[in-house]
C-alpha cells in the first residue's frame, strides 16, 4: 500500500497486513495510524511497526516510495585510477572554469538620449513671411548673374537692380513683390495689435495669410522663371529664390495655426537622437 506520511508528507509503501495500526515514518520518525482496506476487517491488535514483533520472518514492513540506490553518485572508490579519472570527465562541471566566468555585455539601449523639440508658435511665424520678403530687399544690391568676361577682361557682376530692368518679366516681378512686401508687413501689424483693425477689412482677417500667400506665389513665379531662362547666375539670386519659399512655408504654418485656433495645444516637431 502507497500513502503519504501524515507528518512529512513523502511517499512510503507499508504491507496491506498493517493496515489500521500504528506505524512509525522511517524518513521523520513520526507515528501515524495506516488507514484501513475496504476489504479488511478489524485488524488485531499489533505493537508499532517498528518493533521487531510484528514483524514477520523475512518480510518487509515498509519501503520509501521511489527509493534510489544509496550508493554514492561518485565513481566507485575501489575502483581503478583509470576509471575514476572517466568518470571526472564524463561529468559535466556546474562551477565557474578555471579563468572564472565570462565577462557579462550588456545589451545596447535602443532609447533615445537626445531630444530637441521645436514649437510652432503664433509669436514666430508672423514674422517668417514679412523678414524673409525684407531680406529679400537686400539682395537686390548684390550680383545675381556673372557675366563671363568685361571690356577689360575682367568677370561682370550683375546687380539684381539692373536684373530687374532687364525685361517685362522682371518688371511685372518687381512690382509683386513690393506688393507681397506690404501685405505681410501689415498683416504682422495687425497680428500683433500694433495697429487697430480697421472696420471694413475686419472680415478678411481670417483669410489675411491666404491673400499674402497669393501675392508672394506670383511673385515666386515670375522670379523662378526668370532664374530658369538666366545663365551665370551667382549664389544671391538663388538665395532670393529661396526666400520667397522660405516665406510661403512660414504663410502656410500661420494659416493652419489660424485654423487650429487658440484653445488647442501647440504644434510641434519633436527630433530625437
Known amino acids: 500500500m502507497n500513502l503519504a506520511c501524515p507528518n512529512c508528507q513523502r511517499m512510503i509503501t507499508i504491507a496491506d497486513q498493517f493496515a489500521g495500526q500504528m506505524m512509525q515514518c522511517p524518513l521523520c520518525n513520526g507515528t501515524f495510524t495506516a488507514p484501513m482496506l475496504p476489504s479488511s476487517g478489524a485488524p488485531p491488535a499489533v505493537p508499532l511497526a517498528g518493533s521487531g514483533a510484528s514483524k514477520p ?18 565513481p566507485n572508490p575501489s575502483a581503478s585510477p583509470e576509471a575514476k579519472t572517466a568518470a571526472d570527465t564524463s561529468r559535466p562541471s556546474s562551477g565557474p572554469s578555471a579563468d572564472g566566468p565570462p565577462p557579462i555585455r550588456e545589451a545596447p539601449s535602443l532609447e533615445y538620449t537626445h531630444r530637441y523639440i521645436i514649437w510652432i508658435s503664433p509669436r514666430v511665424v508672423p514674422w517668417i513671411a514679412p523678414v524673409a520678403l525684407a531680406v529679400v530687399f537686400l ?56 495697429v487697430p483693425t480697421p472696420p471694413q477689412i475686419a472680415h478678411l482677417l481670417p483669410w489675411q495669410a491666404c491673400i499674402v500667400a497669393a501675392a508672394v506665389v506670383l511673385a515666386f513665379l515670375f522670379v523662378y522663371i526668370d532664374f530658369w531662362m538666366e545663365t551665370y547666375t551667382l549664389a544671391w539670386f538663388r538665395w532670393t529664390v529661396g526666400l520667397h519659399l522660405l516665406a510661403l512655408i512660414g504663410l502656410g504654418l500661420e494659416y493652419c495655426l489660424q485654423q487650429r485656433g487658440p484653445d488647442r495645444a501647440l504644434p510641434r516637431i519633436d527630433i530625437l537622437w
Open 57 to 74: 520472518a523475512g518480510q518487509e514492513v515498509y519501503s520509501v516510495a521511489g527509493a534510489r540506490s544509496t550508493s554514492p553518485s561518485g
Open 139 to 194: 539682395f537686390f544690391f548684390f550680383p545675381w548673374r556673372g557675366l563671363p568676361l568685361g571690356a577689360g577682361g575682367e568677370p561682370v557682376g550683375q546687380s539684381g537692380w539692373i536684373e530687374v530692368g532687364s525685361g517685362p518679366l522682371m518688371i511685372f516681378y518687381f512690382l509683386l513683390y513690393l506688393l507681397a512686401l506690404a501685405l505681410s508687413i501689415g498683416s504682422l501689424l495687425l497680428t500683433r495689435k500694433i
